[in-house]
């Protein structure tokens, strides 16, 4: 297919995607009228809209967030009394949402101490779903592009660990899976989702390292350079591996979501690490670190699947091979007893 058609390829597999996908909450808005005649989406109802929207999101994590996001703002518009001074009329349809709104969508949060972080990413739920309905020609205004984002503290010097810290919660890690979960995200600095796609074919050996095929958000692929001395934990958790993928539960399958989050808290409580600690603080920490140890911004930006160099840049004003993973301190890569 020409180049110039692919949008609307993508647009026909978004379609085809919405009759066969499994159910997702969404809004319970209602109907179909007032669709512009110039209107590409293909979808005549509201429904269909958020549907195709959501089915828009290659990540089941992303559409779920998106799906929960939508159904508090659905639930607040519900509430609405018919007539009210301070959101307009309570709507019925997707058009029929105001900026006023959205503003009191805003304040009600604010007024129930919503963390300001959650706000900011409820309000960017709407935003994405009412840009895509204009975008696709369903709507003829996009009312959410109007309204900016709360501010909110970055928080990302909560959320990273010191270098002992990281080395505290590796070895009190039991060997085996649990170790090598935490060494592999701290040296990778990959998400969690990451993690749990590597299959024995993503690990590929050159000389001296490593590389590790990682599988990103939008379906973007990068390799990821690690030291080689890795490999032996890795290759320990092969012997009795059942499932294919790298890192599997006690039972033989894909290790969980959660199963990689009590990993984390576990090791940390052992450490003594009283805070909240997420799979996500280790990939805080390799950015944070291996920059104050001289790797270059770009090289970083590569390694953690940045699209824009100005998210790696929010570590530089924490901290001042070609991976990232190769400044490291070597000590919390290499097993210790």
Not at 138 to 164: M, Q, T, W
Not at 236 to 252: H, K
Not at 284 to 303: E, F, Y
Request: some cysteine; charged content about 25%.
């Amino acid at each position: 297919m020409p180049e110039s058609f692919r949008p609307v390829r993508e647009l026909l597999e978004a379609a085809a995607a919405f009759r066969k996908s499994s159910k997702l909450p969404v809004l319970s808005l209602g109907g179909g009228a007032a669709v512009p005649s110039e209107n590409r989406s293909g979808a005549t109802t509201d429904q269909q809209m958020l549907r195709l929207w959501l089915d828009s999101k290659r990540s089941k994590h992303t559409r779920r967030a998106y799906a929960q996001d939508l159904k508090v703002f659905n639930d607040f518009l519900a509430a609405l009394p018919p007539q009210s001074a301070e959101g307009g009329r309570r709507p019925d349809k997707l058009h029929e949402i105001t900026v006023m709104h959205i503003e009191a969508f805003l304040r009600h949060m604010e007024r129930h101490k919503v963390p300001p972080r959650t706000q900011a990413r409820r309000l960017s739920s709407i935003k994405s779903l009412l840009t895509f309905a204009q975008q696709t020609g369903y709507l003829h205004f996009n009312v959410g592009s109007v309204v900016k984002l709360p501010p909110f503290p970055d928080g990302i010097a909560e959320r990273i660990l010191s270098e002992s810290e990281v080395h505290a919660c590796i070895y009190a890690a039991p060997k085996g899976r649990d170790r090598a979960v935490l060494r592999f995200l701290y040296s990778t600095g990959c998400r969690n989702e990451e993690l749990r796609r590597v299959r024995w074919e993503h690990l590929h050996y050159r000389e001296a390292r490593m590389a590790v095929q990682l599988f990103g958000k939008g379906g973007r692929t990068r390799y990821v350079a690690v030291p080689l001395d890795l490999r032996t934990e890795l290759e320990g958790l092969r012997r009795a591996n059942m499932s294919g993928f790298v890192f599997e539960s006690c039972g033989g399958k894909q290790l969980g979501e959660k199963d990689v989050w009590r990993i984390v808290q576990r090791a940390a409580r052992r450490a003594g690490i009283t805070r909240q600690i997420s799979p996500h603080c280790f990939r805080h920490s390799h950015a944070s670190h291996a920059l104050s140890r001289g790797a270059d911004i770009q090289v970083v930006q590569k390694t953690l699947g940045h699209t824009s160099i100005r998210t790696t840049g929010d570590y530089l004003h924490i901290e001042r091979g070609d991976s990232s993973a190769m400044y490291l301190d070597p000590s919390a890569l290499g097993d210790v007893e």
